[in-house]
């Protein structure tokens, strides 16, 4: 297991410098890079859903998607179906910046062989899962 979460440290350790990398070279902050993550991930959303994502509140989701907006990554459009709302969305450049970030771990990604590729992404997923949740336990219990 100590192997396990030594590995596991060093898989976040190289996700924080990707997202340092990232920030710079698209001239985003790394809030802002990921929020575009989020977007991308799990496609449009509320302004309050956005900010419980990235655990910030939600006059600071406004401040940065008042940033998305102005770098042109992002754009606000009006609920279908209640009018109070609004969602936030990827503009095409937010869709570009994505998708270049999606090439870099793809070539992290094709040094794994295509017959581990589908239980390593089941891993991932379980993994990122259950991480959050302790997350969510972790500041739940400080509260």
């Known amino acids: 297991m100590d192997e396990a979460v030594r590995g596991l440290r060093l898989l976040i350790l190289a996700g924080e410098n990707y997202r340092q990398t990232a920030a710079q070279t698209l001239g985003l902050g790394i809030t802002e890079t990921q929020a575009l993550s989020y977007l991308a991930i799990h496609g449009d959303r ?8 990235l655990g910030i509140t939600s006059s600071a989701a406004t401040a940065l998607v008042d940033r998305l907006e102005r770098r042109g990554v992002a754009e606000r459009y009006a609920h279908p179906s209640d009018r109070r709302r609004t969602l936030v969305r990827l503009s095409d450049q937010g869709h570009a910046h994505v998708q270049r970030t999606h090439e870099w771990l793809a070539s992290a990604l094709s040094t794994v062989g295509p017959d581990e590729l589908r239980p390593l992404t089941h891993a991932m997923v379980q993994v990122a899962d259950e991480l959050r949740a302790e997350s969510i336990r972790a500041l739940s219990a400080r509260a």
């Open 46 to 53: 509320g302004q309050n859903q956005l900010a419980d994502d």
